[in-house]
């Protein structure tokens, strides 16, 4: 079939073809844009965190008057939680991962290095600590009851080892095994790396590295404790509760701050992701929708002028399947019109998107993906009102001439 | 006459229930997604002390490490806090009308009298007495703590409406006394509702979230070394074994906001901050360059972006979004409008003027924005809805669609009903009426 009459046949109604195209160009931009971003933050969302987040409990307690006494309260509190069926493993903490909160600081592999070294989300834990997060040891060993420091007063001194994740180890030592060599701190002093852990997240999930993660041997000065709980699979959530209840029974002089599963937690801390998911989403459908209408629109239209000039070639002998065939055609012209112009604008949105805000450049696949799948929909829109030409008796022709 | 125009434009669109119907859900659904993003925005771009936009600034000093920036993406950039030593050297100026340090922190609150509310933690701002003046906090009952309360770090607090609610029933407790950490406290003031959204006092420390509960004076945090709850940022390498090295560190955790009524007042306290840093750099502390800045509540939002990425993204989404619905809607117009030209060329043959025939059509087309307008905006309450599931918290009570909001969506509907009717109006009234007279 030729293309010169269905282009011929459009240029007598420009303007409606050039609106369909415009709206489709826009459509590809926003489809292909909005997808990689859905895309990206999924896979965010979706990243191993290499911890045992669904059977994880956070527990915070706040002392309080002159009686309270913090390695007393963590030594009764941990035999508490640790003798409950179910639980695993349990040990002192300074925050969890994936929370948006916690703490860092920079280590090196020489004191002689510069400042601030290799940033790394440090968690401060007892003994039992790699095991209650369910972190997964590679190498070395985990950490011993007689490591674990407690310091009653502000203190910058430093753990005699620690436990690196294997990015933070390689970000150190690169490919030498870190293993029982030494990491500075700030000011210089040394610890040990006693044990490799596989990769686990750190607190922030906007970090650049977010897996560099160090664990150290000690226990915080108070008045805050908080505790790190693993339980037997699916016992979490329904244990919350009474571990409140025991806890705040234990110790008049504290309060109880929070008792929470792991993975509220992180749900909580990626639900801007979440949402914008779910924005986009929307849109996405909404503008799929809105663009398939205006095809449906045009093409109504279309027909109904060309009701005779459909009625005259049918009446010269064009069959029911030139009539759709010629339809389908020119919705395909106008669409990779569109889309021409589409590719373009989507390159041109995601590129200001990656500069504006730092976000990766759109990958091609997407605009393919995106073109094909446009294709599909005008094709599929432009169905029902092309069947309805189809309908158009020749007889029409000669009726109002 | 328009009453008539607007009963003409009505049985046209009743004429052609389908595409009229098709062009009043595509500028709904246009104007539904753009004011939904746009309430969001609004809400995160607006300035809650805008009434005193003029006379506040937030202070920041650059003390941070010569060799890295605050920040590496904006590196002109100082730290958004101070450290504890610079801002109570700060606050020994007389230039500033008022003046506040600040941080967030937290205690454990026993009940009074009340065994049934177990005890506690509540979020603490200590902080100095005029910040309820400075950042007109309302009271219900009695006041701040007063300079001298600051001075010798008596036991005062203030309390937020919720505290006061929940401990004392909502009555007036001026005077009473709680319990915080073990130590008596007494009642100086109660706050009314007050939710400043975003918190602008302190950007850094959960902008979204609610209010603190209790108001206690900063001098008590450093007699009781009370820790901070929000951000520490430290670059020099110092060893800090005591709480009273922590207070004279490198660290930055402390708020500082100034209330300068006069130009003359700013540019003396500019220089103040930049005399002050010039002498510390003798001290070997400050090593970077002077950075000193003042800054207005509206650029202090700016600068530490509280509108984040997602919600621009969002915005141009949704107006790319709202030019497809329109293309749309032109097309279905051209349609339409041509679709009934045959009238049109009566009409023109009867002595209707072009003129007359384009308006006929205009007042049309916005009629269809205006009722697209109106379906929009139960769309956007509709999409607020969601939001508030999304957001929750704060959101609630400030997610609403505001009378400037609904009057900017109607507008922004009806003129973008008539811009998308400009082409096919003109296109139907340029129709030759012998043509369509021709074949009847």
């Not at chain 2, 090593?287 to 207005?296: A, F, V, Y």
Request: charged letters at 20%; glycine letters at 8%; a positive charge.
């Amino acid at each position: 079939m030729e293309l010169r009459p269905i282009i011929s046949a459009m240029l007598r109604n420009k303007t409606g073809a050039v609106l369909v195209a415009l709206q489709i160009a826009i459509a590809l931009a926003v489809v292909t844009n909005s997808v990689f971003i859905i895309e990206q933050r999924s896979e965010k969302i979706n990243r191993p965190t290499g911890i045992d987040s669904g059977n994880l409990i956070l527990i915070s307690s706040y002392g309080f008057g002159a009686n309270y006494d913090q390695r007393e309260t963590v030594r009764r509190d941990l035999t508490m939680l640790r003798a409950l069926p179910g639980v695993k493993a349990a040990s002192v903490t300074n925050g969890v991962p994936i929370s948006n909160s916690g703490s860092a600081s920079g280590y090196r592999k020489s004191p002689s290095d510069p400042m601030p070294g290799v940033n790394g989300n440090y968690y401060d834990v007892d003994e039992q600590g790699i095991d209650a997060f369910g972190a997964k040891l590679i190498a070395g060993r985990t950490f011993q009851e007689s490591e674990v420091q407690y310091d009653a007063s502000v203190s910058s001194s430093f753990a005699p080892s620690v436990i690196l994740t294997r990015d933070m180890a390689k970000a150190l030592y690169d490919s030498e095994n870190a293993l029982g060599k030494p990491v500075y701190d700030s000011l210089g002093q040394a610890a040990i790396v006693v044990g490799i852990i596989d990769n686990m997240l750190g607190a922030w999930i906007g970090d650049k590295n977010p897996t560099n993660v160090i664990f150290q041997p000690r226990i915080d000065p108070g008045p805050m404790a908080r505790y790190i709980l693993r339980t037997e699979p699916g016992l979490a959530l329904g244990m919350v509760d009474s571990i409140r209840t025991k806890l705040e029974e234990l110790n008049a002089n504290r309060a109880i701050t929070l008792v929470r599963p792991h993975s509220v937690i992180a749900k909580n801390t990626y639900q801007p992701d979440r949402r914008m998911i779910i924005f986009l989403a929307s849109l996405v459908g909404l503008m799929t929708a809105v663009t398939a209408l205006g095809i449906v629109g045009l093409a109504s239209f279309q027909v109904r002028v060309r009701t005779k000039q459909i009625g005259t070639r049918r009446a010269i002998g064009a069959r029911r399947i030139d009539i759709l065939r010629h339809f389908l055609l020119e919705n395909l012209v106008l669409t990779f019109a569109g889309l021409a112009l589409g590719t373009v604008l989507a390159f041109a949105f995601g590129q200001w998107l990656s500069s504006a805000y730092s976000l990766p450049r759109l990958s091609p696949w997407y605009v393919l993906v995106g073109i094909a799948l446009l294709v599909l929909l005008g094709q599929l829109a432009v169905l029902a009102p092309a069947r309805r030409a189809t309908l158009i008796p020749p007889a029409i022709a000669t009726r109002t001439v | 006459m328009l009453a008539y125009q607007l009963r003409m434009a009505w049985k046209s669109l009743r004429r052609t229930p389908v595409v009229s119907a098709l062009m009043i859900g595509a500028i709904a659904l246009g104007i539904g997604v753009c004011t939904t993003s746009l309430t969001v925005f609004h809400l995160m771009s607006r300035n809650p002390i805008e009434a005193r936009n003029d006379v506040l600034y937030a202070v920041t000093l650059d003390n941070w490490d010569p060799n890295n920036a605050w920040d590496d993406k904006h590196p002109d950039l100082p730290p958004f806090e101070l450290t504890y030593r610079d801002a109570t050297a700060l606050l020994e100026s007389p230039i500033p009308d008022r003046h506040v340090a600040m941080y967030k922190s937290g205690f454990v609150v026993e009940a009074p009298n009340d065994r049934s509310i177990k005890p506690y933690s509540v979020i603490a701002r200590m902080t100095t007495h005029d910040f309820f003046a400075m950042f007109a906090a309302p009271f219900q009952y009695g006041s701040g703590w007063s300079a001298g309360a600051d001075d010798s770090a008596q036991l005062n607090v203030v309390l937020s409406k919720a505290t006061n609610d929940k401990l004392f029933g909502g009555a007036d407790s001026v005077g009473r006394t709680l319990r915080l950490d073990g130590r008596e406290y007494l009642v100086a003031g109660v706050l009314k509702e007050w939710t400043p959204t975003p918190r602008f006092y302190d950007l850094n420390n959960g902008a979204l979230t609610d209010l603190e509960d209790v108001f206690v004076p900063l001098s008590i945090g450093a007699q009781l070394e009370l820790g901070s709850r929000g951000n520490i940022n430290c670059w020099r390498q110092e060893t800090l074994n005591s709480y009273k090295d922590f207070l004279g560190s490198d660290c930055v955790w402390i708020q500082f906001w100034a209330e300068l009524r006069t130009p003359e007042k700013v540019a003396a306290f500019q220089s103040f901050i930049d005399n002050y840093v010039r002498e510390q750099k003798k001290l070997g502390r400050f090593e970077r360059p002077l950075n000193n800045h003042l800054r207005k509540p509206d650029e202090w939002l700016r600068v530490n972006r509280v509108v984040d990425d997602d919600n621009r993204v969002l915005v141009g989404l949704s107006f790319m979004f709202l030019m497809v619905c329109l293309l749309n809607m032109i097309g279905l117009l051209l349609a339409k409008f041509l679709g009934a030209a045959s009238l049109a060329g009566l009409r023109r043959a009867l002595g209707a003027s072009r003129k007359m025939v384009f308006r006929d059509h205009i007042v049309e087309v916005g009629l269809v924005g205006f009722i697209g307008g109106v379906f929009g905006l139960g769309l956007s309450a509709l999409g607020l809805t969601g939001v508030r599931q999304l957001y929750g918290g704060n959101f609630d009570q400030l997610t609403h669609l505001d009378l400037p909001m609904v009057a900017v969506a109607l507008g922004v509907a009806v003129f973008a009903g008539v811009i998308a009717g400009l082409y096919p109006a003109w296109r139907v009234c340029r129709v030759q009426p012998a043509v369509h007279l021709k074949t009847q």
